[in-house]
C-alpha cells in the first residue's frame, strides 16, 4: 500500500466532502499518523471510512465501543470544536489515543480517559511513539468524572451517549466547549454545547451521523406505560 498516497486520498475523498474546510485540520491529518495508531492485525484499514476495532472481534469491539472512530466523524468533531493553543482538553475515550493525538497538537495540555486498562496502555503507548508528551492518559471512568478532576476550555466524548450529562457541563470553563454524538440509533445527532455564563449553555446540533456508546453513562428506561 502507498500509504502516503491512502493518507492523500483518506483527507480528498472522506473527509473535506464531509465540509471538514479548516486549513489547520486538514493539514493536522497529514502529519499525525494515523496508521501508527491502529493495531497491526489491521494497518490495511487505518485510512478506510470505517470504525475499526482495537480489541478482540470485530463485533465485539464494536459492542463494547473499543474502537477508532470513523476518520471524517473526528475530523469534523474537531473543526468544530475550534480548539486553541491555550486551551485545556478532556477527552473520555482514549481508545488508540489517535484522537488524543490530534488534540494534543492543537491544545495546550489534553487529560483523556479510558475505562479499559489495555487501551489506556495502548494509547500511553502510542503518543509516547509519536512524541506527543502534552498529553496525559489516565485509566479512569469518564461517567465519574467530577470537579477534582479539572475544568476545562474543551471536553470531547469520543463515542455517543443519550443526553450530554450535567456532570460534564459542570467542567466547562465559561467560554468552553462540549462535543459528543447525542442520541439512539439509527440518527444521533453531533451535539456542540458551548457554555456562555455560570447557568447559559447553548446547544448546536448540525449534523447527523452514529458512534458507539460510551460506557456507563445513564440510559433512559424505555419502559412506558
Avoid at 498516497?5 to 497529514?30: C, G, H, T, Y
Avoid at 488524543?100 to 495502548?122: C, D, F, H, N, S
Avoid at 470537579?147 to 456532570?167: K, M, N, Q, R, Y
Avoid at 439509527?186 to 446547544?203: E, G, L, Y
Wanted: hydrophobic fraction near 45%; charged fraction near 25%.
Amino acid at each position: 500500500m502507498n500509504i502516503e498516497k491512502a493518507r492523500f486520498n483518506m483527507i480528498e475523498q472522506q473527509i473535506r466532502p464531509w465540509n471538514v474546510l479548516d486549513a489547520s485540520v486538514l493539514e493536522l491529518l497529514s502529519i499525525v499518523k494515523r496508521e501508527d495508531f491502529v493495531p497491526p492485525a489491521h494497518k490495511g484499514l487505518a485510512f478506510a471510512d470505517l470504525e475499526i476495532p482495537l480489541m478482540g472481534s470485530g463485533e465485539e469491539a464494536l459492542a463494547l465501543g473499543q474502537c477508532m472512530l470513523e476518520p471524517r466523524l473526528e475530523a469534523r468533531l474537531l473543526q468544530d470544536l475550534a480548539v486553541q493553543p491555550t486551551d485545556e482538553v478532556l477527552e473520555i475515550g482514549a481508545g488508540s489515543g489517535y484522537m488524543a493525538a490530534l488534540l494534543g497538537k492543537k491544545a495546550q495540555r489534553v487529560v483523556t480517559l479510558e475505562i479499559v486498562p489495555e487501551l489506556a496502555v495502548m494509547a500511553r503507548d502510542n503518543l509516547r511513539n509519536a512524541g506527543i508528551h502534552n498529553v496525559e492518559v489516565r485509566q479512569a471512568d469518564g461517567a465519574k468524572t467530577t470537579a477534582a478532576d479539572g475544568s476545562f476550555d474543551v471536553i470531547v466524548l469520543s463515542g455517543s451517549v443519550t443526553e450530554v450529562p450535567h456532570s460534564l457541563l459542570s467542567l466547562l470553563k465559561v467560554g468552553g466547549r462540549l462535543g459528543a454524538i447525542v442520541g439512539d440509533e439509527p440518527v444521533m445527532r453531533a451535539t456542540i454545547v458551548t457554555r456562555n455564563s455560570a447557568t447559559d449553555f447553548r446547544t448546536v446540533q448540525s449534523w447527523d451521523t452514529a458512534a458507539p456508546r460510551l460506557r456507563n453513562f445513564p440510559e433512559p428506561s424505555r419502559f412506558k406505560f
